[in-house]
């Protein structure tokens, strides 16, 4: 972009080629629309005494909307390798809840926690249950991936058995159970500036600012892409596929592991029958509406990140008019099949 | 019925697929329709199935006139397709799928099945067959399914019934059932056009036979005192050999054996491949080449016998295994195992070097593109840019894509499956000069090929192979159309008994 030739052809005609042609650049659009729109409803809510006071409000519902969406925000960066790869994961809601609840027994201030029978408490404690609670949740995804990699099961079926049976088996577990967390735990999240917690929203920058580099740098994230798009042919070229796709449901895991880390945190608890439901329809209407191809091959973790932006901000925004929350998920729908509907590209 | 084709032509723009041909067929004839892969075999009977129209020329039946606009007026006119790859419903019912777009209906659009699989019991006990209509297709080995669109076909009121290589997937038992079928139709008065490149075969079940080349009529006869060999002849015409690219070279030290390969589709093959050396295979179609060096590279499953690589036995049973050692492949079949659509030139280019080129496993692209360059400088790849998607190519540059991919990664053997599918004459040309490059330094090559022409040109020596078994080892000046065509079609090695296998 920006060449002489390119200019020569005008501002419109240039908007008009990426609209056209790029899937993230009207993602992108639709996004700035979609602000705007949020911006204005937010001014026109309520007075506002100066500047100071309207910029104070912006920013604070902007902190809330993005805190409160680092989570799925953070799911859906997995899903979307999951997705490009040519796979689904519905497992992810039930990964995080399994996950969740692991880390509490771990930390459990109570009679019952796990590190404290070993003796072990404080910030040597969190640091291991961190750890454990990582490759927890990476190992669930692991199985999902053994199941899909080697036992040749549909992506979807595997991780709808999954989903059933994590969610199941931590609910028989936590029946007895009622663990109360550490403070200092609390503080993985709820560490801020001025009173405000920034740190979900910081795991959330870093981790799709990696996750973005491993998609476009990395052997790994290009045989993503490639297996997406042709199986066959990656294998033929020397690929190992199996290990590769294995390795997508694991990382998935591992990241639906630090989300339930940043909620058990912010929250201090969990319900575990409805905690994590329907996460894995938010993340895939995230990297469906981020412009990621649903048969695979195709997609982008920026893209993913917008589609996560575009549904929350849809949502704020109801919120700020005051929509019928019944509503909500019906706009959720409409958002989803417009922006698919807007992203059928000329085949470049 | 007689039928009688009068003076056909066609052409698909510049290219004159048919040129004046005449063919007819009467009641109770069985003739084999033979010619080499675009000697207008397909068009001359897409024509008569209603599928293409003729530029020129008439269709008789019983001295009318007629004309086909669509395959279904010519299945009213009983005449039936039965297309090579079979047109039957794996989820159906025998009955269901006979009766399949014709079902017969009760007063209310409910099917009447009884009345369906009584009609079909009726024509299987015409045709002399044991079937139970209600089975579903899918438990039926393939020599049924045949019969079953044979059974389709009679079901029409089929007179003349064209059968496109039905033999192709089919083991010898389930041939010889599909052929006493054929015998008992051909009692009953039935014509038949038998599409075939196996010559055994034709001696076997036919009393006639049509040669056709390049779109023209070369001969026919009746098939009684007809050989093999002056068959294979006619096919291939008097043809002079394209010059031959053929080079003395050192051969090197044996990088890797075969010992008594086998697998479904191939049976105990063996075979030796020298450093510097162009081995080619050949065989007409389904005669397991592919799947052959397939397994050879870790793609094709498990395999029996034993694999020797620098004289060391190895087991290779996945391409990453088969990469480590040293052994790449540029498939057949460009589009579904050759090019990934959705990446760029250059990482279709060289995503076999990736982990190579990469440190931690981050890609250094830098020194991905420095090398692609190099690859497609040497390729003479016609490119824009190389972030273009791959399908922005020609099929030839896409090719050289997919070879370049191979090339750096500096293989010991390269295996080339049908390496110019689909590719115009000036590609094909830069792929075989890449292909005699490769040998002069030293690596070995194996070139699979249906193009008789392409192996002799190309390889120091050839294996051909019939129904996944070697039938007989060429080298050198031995290779020749006639020869390969002979082999090829089931005759036996002349003179030298001596056999690889």
Known sequence: ???????????????????????????????????????????????????????QNWLFNWISLLRNNAAIGIIALGMTFVIISGGIDLSVGSVYVAVGAFTMMLLDTGANGWLKAMGLTGV???????????????????????????????????????????????QYCMKMQSPTLPETYKGIARLGIGGQQLMPILYWAVLAGAMYFISRQ????????????????????????RKVKRRVYALTGFLVAIAAIIQTSRIGSMDYASAGSGFEMDAIAAVIVGGTSMSGGRGSIVGTVFGTLIVAVMNNLLNLIGVDPYLSAAFKGAIIIGAVLLQRKDKA | M???????????????????????????????????NGAGKSTL?????????????????????????????????????IHQELNLVNDLAIFENMFIGREIKRKGGFLDAPAMIAQCRDVFGRMDVDLDPTVMVRDLDASYKQIVEIARALL????????????TSLTDPEIERVFDMMRTLQKQGVGIVFISHKLKEVLAVCTRYTVLRDGAMVAQGPVEGVTVDELATHMVGHQVRTESLRQERELGEEVLRAEHLSQDRFQDVSFSLRAGEVLGFTGLLGDG???????????????????????????????????????????????????????????????????????????????????????????????????????????????????????????????????????????????????????????AVVVLSSEAQEVIRLCDRAVVLYHGRVQGELVGEEMTDQEIMRLATGGEMRERVENCG
Not at chain 1, 148 to 162: K, Q, V, W
Not at chain 1, 227 to 234: A, L, P, Q
Request: proline share 3%; hydrophobic share 45%; with cysteine.
């Open chain 2, 2 to 36: 007689t039928l009688e084709m009068r003076n056909i032509y066609k052409s698909f723009g510049a290219n004159d697929v048919l040129k004046d041909i005449s063919f007819s067929l009467k009641g109770g004839e069985v003739c084999a329709l033979l010619g080499e």
């Open chain 1, 1 to 55: 972009m920006g060449n002489a030739e390119k200019n020569k052809t005008g501002l419109l005609a240039r908007f008009q080629l990426a609209w056209r042609t790029n899937p993230l650049f009207s993602t992108g659009v639709a996004l700035i629309v979609m602000v705007v729109v949020q911006t204005l409803a937010l001014t026109m809510n309520s007075s506002f005494a100066s500047f100071g006071d309207w910029f």
């Open chain 1, 218 to 241: 990395t052997t790994f994230g290009r045989y993503v892409f490639a297996i997406g798009s042709n199986e066959r042919t990656t294998r033929l070229s020397g690929v190992n596929v």
């Open chain 2, 156 to 167: 029409m009121r089929a007179s003349i019934i064209i059968m496109d290589e039905p033999t």
């Open chain 1, 124 to 170: 040597p404690a969190i640091l291991i249950a961190l750890v454990l609670a990582m490759l927890f949740g990476g190992l669930l995804g692991e199985g999902n991936g053994l199941l899909i990699s080697y036992g040749r099961m549909p992506p979807f079926i595997a991780t709808l058995g999954a989903m059933q049976i994590l969610r199941s088996v931590t």
């Open chain 2, 45 to 81: 009977m897409n024509i008569l199935g209603g599928v293409l129209p003729a530029d020129a020329g008439s269709i008789v039946l019983d001295g009318q006139e007629v004309q086909f606009s669509t395959p279904a007026k010519s299945l009213d006119a009983g005449i039936a397709f």
């Open chain 2, 289 to 443: 080449r592919s799947e052959l060096f397939q397994a050879v590279f870790g793609s094709g499953g498990r395999y029996q016998g034993q694999l020797y690589w620098q004289g060391q036995p190895v087991q290779v049973h996945s391409t990453q295994q088969a990469l480590a050692l040293g052994i790449g492949y540029v498939p057949r079949d460009r589009k579904e195992n050759g090019i990934i659509k959705d990446m760029d030139i250059l990482e279709n280019g060289s995503i076999v070097t990736w982990p190579r080129q990469a440190r931690w496993g981050v890609i250094a692209w830098d020194k991905v593109r420095e090398a692609f360059f190099q690859q497609a400088a040497g390729l003479k790849i016609k490119m824009d840019s190389e972030k273009d998607g791959i399908g922005s190519l020609s099929g030839g540059n896409q090719q050289k894509v997919v070879l370049a991919k191979w090339l750096n990664a500096g293989p010991k053997v390269l295996i080339f499956d049908n390496p110019t599918q689909g590719v115009d004459v000036g590609a094909k040309e830069d792929i075989y000069d890449t292909i005699l490059e490769l040998a002069n330094q030293g690596v």
